[in-house]
């Protein structure tokens, strides 16, 4: 039996935070109710259901916490009752800050959930203050340790630097304090400034000024070395663990293994094929109460496709792509294909290659989009 | 005699004055609209470029039939050029002619090619009929403008004819004065073939068509003819007159206009101003004013996939086909690989082929800024011409150089003196003459290097007086400057394309705007890249690009990958666009920051 990650998304959020470009929906209680609703119907209706056993599940959004304790409780009952899960999966949720308390993460314990990822983005009041997140650095602190509290061993913190005024020692103090709890897994993002999104406009009316180049490499390459001397490794561009703590369900995405997302918006890969789900709340909740697919793209690959979409994926790991592994699974030899790209990335320092497995260098790993690109 | 019922006349008049409506309005009058197509505006300018623009670029004669006093009339009239780029090609169409309509339009008045288009038609001995248009316009300023034809223009009162095109006021009356103004064309049929070439294009079934005016006797199938300049002959295939196309006649005698037709294969043996005569019984001397066109504006025009290089070749070759005034050869840059350098007649020509070519040929251009030919003297006594300053010689054996000249009419309110003469100043300018037309518009001459004007002069000219000056000029020949060839260098290697002419003292000012517009061009790589400008072996600017050293997508999980494809997709489209040059990828625009300044 195939194994699949399984993935449910939860589109609302109380407040949009000023720097974010995804969709997602104004937390509305009976609009949350009709949607776990909807989930659940969903879930049911899935056709591979019974082909497929469930290695990871992760809750993301939006902000999956601000979902109600009883919806959750519904939500993971069809969970368990319509899919066959293997022994010991990994279980996340992605929590925010300033929604949870001590009963509601006991809940989730009760639940199954075994890993929480928490978005505590910075401890520096003022930067949270910049980016609009709704919680202070006391209560993103309170949260990682009432997690720990109530038995989470597999915490994850979302970090976000070269926001705005960003010292370096600003970042190394929020570093410091969150490497002071039992953190076992960092993801570490730079602060993007995307069209659209209240920060883009800030910027072009020249209210925010963006950290200078040279400030956000000091705190990329601190961030490394500090990291490490904790144990926590990057193995993957913008993620950092303990060993043994590495993302399971996010492995899956990068090494180009079969998931199913739940929900609007949500994306599936298949068997090669990839689907995506209605983006409108409304016409998700119609099509699945009248039991229809609220699926409305999908994209078959071809082999070669999927052999680049390996790679690049792949690339973005410490382990590296095995091109021997790519040329099983698809019959594609990049080898050969692209002598010519992997010799100029290898001359440019950007990609090692020991003759199965391409790495990006560290050089590569803040330049990974001049080596993805070689093989679009 | 048929003579007397013959007018052939032009319209002239200062860009956007009206002279496409009036002609229109005269089509619809003398019912010489084709029946079924809808009127459109300005109906004689037939390429979609110049409808979009709203310029003529070609000739258009037309015959049309009016009747005044129960006496028939056959009115040949000749749309000409509209743009100083052109204006030989209106001299000769005006050859062609015995008068000439000369609109001004009332809100504006005279504007420098009104006056431009009045020197030619004097100098042509052209009957002229001073119209006043837009008279229906709110702005319209009519005693005013009355008063500048005739103080400046020295037209009577009881000469002038008011006129809305647009609603078609005045129009009989200035048809009336077509016929009792301007002279019947005089010739004499029993004498030998005279005709004047005033424009020409290439039927690919037909071979050339000759728009031609025939001074002295006549012409029909089976003619034996000449073309005096290139001395090639012909036997006549067909004549006939236009009207919304070919229509063949008989004959076309001394003093009508129309068309032959004769198996002629190259546009080049039928060249503008060049006389048509019999070949059997020439005539002495060909008609005076015939010059050979010569390119003033060059550029090099580079197939963006250098694999296209044949298909620009074949385009441009196809392009020649009508458009005898384009020149082009081939061009290999280091930079830019395998091309043409082209040669025009102005910019505004140069921007024409250009636009023909990505958009009737779908082909994708890198143009090199656009330079005038120099005259270069060495050392050892030899003068070289070039047109293309990677040819310019090491300083080391330069002894002097030249450059075009031209001499320049600005027309513009009174109050922006100050501020055109401190452009003119800046552009090396000499004044000639500066003259009122009313208190309150004033009339430059100044002598300006050609170069000057193709770089920016017209752009600033606009800005400094907010659109209310204008412009013409016309070459007097080449005159000595202190110029010097200022190279860029792109990572420690001279770019060929990136080379251009300047005077001594411009050079440093350039030289800095240049780089720092490459610097804000080119994408940052790898490595640094030193852009600099130098002159005479001596770096007089430098900016350097600092290496790429963070570019990579952060995120990227199960609902981002085809987003993030997408990104990535893109990202590559637009590096495919880049040029590469060394190690280093450059933009196309950066092959005209050149051309920008400050």
Sequence with gaps: MNEIALYVHIPFCIKKCLYCDFFSYRFDISLVHRYTEA?????????VRNTYLVKTVYIGGGTPSILPGEDMEVLFGAIYKSFKIINNPEITIEVNPGTVNERKLKLYRELGINRISIGVQSLQPEELKLLGRIHTPEEAIKSIELAEKVGFDNINIDLIYSIPNQTVNSWKATLKQALNMSIKHISIYGLMYEPGTPLYKALTKGKVTPLSEDVELEIFNISQRILAENGLLWYEISNYSIEGFECKHNLTYWEGDDYLGIGVSSHSFIENERYSNTPNIGSYINLVKNRQSPRVWVQKLSLLDKAKELVILGLRLRKGINLVEVYEKTGVDIKKLYGKSIDKLIQEELITFDGDTLFLTERGRLLGNLVFEEFI | MKLLGIRNFSIIAHIDHGKSTLADRFLEKTNSMPKRKKVEEQVLDQMDL???????IKSHPIRMYYTLEEKGYELHLIDTPGHVDFSYEVSRSLAACEGAILVVDATQGIEAQTLANYNLALENNLTLIPVINKIDLLGAEIERVKKQLMDSLGFLENEIILVSAKEGT???????????????????????????IFDAYFDPFRGVVVYTRVFNGMVKKGSKIMMMFTEATYEVGEVGYFAFGLHPTESLEAGEVGYIIANIKNIKDAQVGDTITSSEAPVKAPLP????????????LFPQESNRYEELKENLGKLQLNDPALVFGPENSEALGPGFRCGFLGTLHMEIVEERLEREYNLTLVATAPNVAYRVHTKDGEIIEITNPFQFPHYSKVEKVEEPYVRASIISPSEYIGPIMEL??????????????????VIFSYELPLSEIIFDFFDKLKSVTRGY???DYEPIGFKESDLVKLDVLVKGE???ALNIIIHRDEAEKRGREIVKNLRKLIPRQLFEIPIQASVNGKIIARENIPPLKKNVLQKCYGGDVTRKKKLLEKQKEGKKRLKQIGQVEVPQEAFLAILKSE
């Design chain 2, 170 to 196: 005045g129009v009989d009356e200035l048809f009336r004065a077509i016929i009792e103004r301007i002279p019947h064309p005089k010739g004499a049929l029993d004498r030998s073939l005279e005709a004047l």
């Design chain 1, 39 to 47: 989930l659940i119907e969903e879930i049911k209706n899935i056709k």
């Design chain 2, 50 to 56: 110049e409808r979009e623009r709203g310029i003529t």
């Design chain 2, 494 to 496: 001279t770019v060929d």
């Design chain 2, 289 to 300: 004013g015939f010059k050979k066109i010569k390119p003033m504006v060059f550029c090099g």
């Design chain 2, 424 to 441: 003119c100043r800046s552009k090396r300018g000499t004044l000639l003459e500066m003259n009122y037309i009313d208190p309150m518009k």
């Design chain 2, 469 to 471: 000056a204008s412009l």
